[in-house]
């Protein structure tokens, strides 16, 4: 890459898509820059040397003027996915910001990746939205290319990985009759290479192209093939009239890691045959000499990356809806009132490093180390009432990075061998955070330093934090216990390792 290279700007860079695509465009040869609310959590990707981070929010006027000074393409992935109430009004006016600093900043291009959407007016408010954003921007002075994708396929998208769960947790299952509808799916490696190569595209060029793979399946037969790809029986499912799509994304959410919030918009949109009209995009981004990615070849690849641990980036990188995004105060009295903190400290007769490994290995599979029903109680009263829960497990099974989705929690902060901090984003009357930390003892064994910290939002805030206190003592200090002995434990075996 040299100076002259031309600057592209990827939004939504922390997100499923956008985390995939900076390294693409960078080995491509492009300079690269991109926006990002919580610049905290680009710093744990392998790429974050090799771009410029602007620190803001594409809601913000003065933000994107920042962040497209200079920039010749950039790239628009910000969708509010299980936004809310409101969430297409947001949308609708983020990408009409964009669309207008982008032509004020005199980019050559815009590039979108939107949905797959028949030609009806009848659409789901998630593909509805979709549509919107894509008229809004095509619409604007800045030449255009949208690329419309139906379900996307790949290790740790939200599409993939709810079919995954559904299919390998239900041998028996009753779905939807819109079960038998018509999908194209493609390959998370076709939709980065249509992305890439959308820079190149003439400039006369502005419009929208479909993209999708060369199966035409339905999602039936989806789960028929993901079943046999994955060495599993047959699945045996039946379709019934009754099961609407928000019934069905309760459903989803209650099998799968995807909260109904997220499964919504997803399971709305298969009400719609969703199938490549033309091909267009061939004459611009010709097909790689080996073809297009097959269904089952694209879910073995998947299931390879998952089974070797190497997850790219996933549909949890996104924030949960609701969930607060705001640091670790470091004022005590920030916001005009006092931090309630449970704060635990105890010698582990363990060195540091195996201290650490426990800490980073918490959540997920290894659980909390602490009182087993008491968090599965909780974690089912927050997707109850549409938090995540304990089901989004984690990224990697040993390592964390600022960003990472943990159960309910979200990775803050990581200093390697030191600290821990992870935020709350189940349903809470306030804002909650978790710190793990080995820090220097008196002696040559190291302190196990704990803090819970809860920042109470009114009265119900206060009323909240008071009534759980007593049970600090059994979850808090149950876990800094058994934290402690697993250290303990995993130093004695690296011990009788070492021997043999």
Excluded: C
């Excluded at 989004?392 to 159960?407: I, Q, S, T, Y």
Aim: net charge neutral; hydrophobic share 45%; aromatic share 8%.
């Amino acid at each position: 890459m040299t100076s002259d290279a031309s600057l592209v700007l990827v939004t939504g860079a922390t997100g499923y898509i956008g985390g995939r695509l900076v390294p693409e465009l960078l080995a491509a040869g492009y300079r690269v820059r991109v926006l990002a609310r919580h610049p905290e959590r680009v710093a744990g990707r392998g790429w974050a040397d090799a771009v410029d981070v602007v620190a803001g929010d594409a809601a913000s006027r003065a933000d994107l003027r920042r962040a497209l000074d200079g920039v010749d393409v950039a790239y628009y992935l910000v969708h509010a996915l299980g936004g809310g109430a409101g969430y297409a009004d947001r949308d609708r006016d983020t990408a009409r910001a964009f669309a207008a600093e982008a032509a004020a900043a005199g980019l050559r291009r815009v590039v979108y990746l939107g949905g797959l959407y028949p030609d009806t007016d009848h659409l789901s408010p998630h593909l509805r939205s979709r549509r919107e954003v894509e008229e809004v921007l095509l619409a604007g002075d800045v030449p255009t290319v949208v690329l419309r994708a139906a379900v996307i396929l790949g290790s740790g998208s939200a599409s993939f990985e709810m079919m995954r769960y559904l299919t390998e947790r239900l041998p028996v299952m009753v779905a939807p009759r819109w079960i038998d509808n018509r999908i194209q799916p493609i390959a998370v490696r076709d939709v980065l290479r249509y992305l890439v190569g959308a820079a190149t595209i003439p400039d006369d060029v502005s419009r929208g192209f479909d993209i999708g793979g060369p199966d035409v399946l339905t999602y039936r037969r989806m789960m028929q093939r993901y079943a046999a790809v994955a060495g599993l029986r047959p699945r045996v499912i039946g379709a019934v009239p009754v099961l609407t799509p928000g019934l069905a994304s309760l459903w989803v959410g209650l099998v799968t890691p995807v909260p109904p919030a997220i499964a919504r918009p997803l399971v709305g949109s298969l009400v719609h045959e969703v199938v490549a009209r033309d091909r267009d995009i061939a004459a611009y981004v010709p097909d790689p000499p080996e073809g297009l990615v097959g269904f089952d070849d694209a879910v073995a690849l998947a299931l390879a990356r998952v089974r070797d641990l190497d997850v790219r980036t996933s549909w949890t990188s996104a924030s949960t809806r609701g969930a607060p995004s705001d640091p670790l105060p470091d004022d005590p009295d920030w916001a005009g009132g006092s931090l309630l903190v449970d704060d635990r400290s105890r010698e582990v007769d363990a060195p540091p490093a195996s201290l650490w490994s426990v800490i980073e290995g918490i959540g997920g599979a290894h659980g909390w180390y602490s009182w087993r029903l008491g968090w599965l109680a909780r974690g089912v009263l927050d997707r109850l009432f549409g938090g995540p829960g304990l089901r989004r497990g984690r990224r990697h099974p040993h390592r964390l990075e600022p960003g990472d989705a943990l159960d309910w929690w979200r990775v803050e902060k990581v200093v390697p061998g030191r600290l821990l901090r992870l935020r709350a984003e189940m349903r809470l009357p306030g804002l909650a955070w978790l710190e793990l930390a080995v820090e220097e003892g008196p002696g040559t064994r190291p302190v196990f330093r704990q803090r819970a910290i809860f920042s109470p939002r009114g009265l119900p805030g206060q009323l909240y934090w008071w009534s759980i206190s007593p049970f600090h003592g059994i979850v808090f200090g149950g876990m800094q216990r058994n934290i402690a002995r697993a250290a303990e434990e995993h130093a004695a075996a690296e011990t009788v390792e070492d021997a043999q």
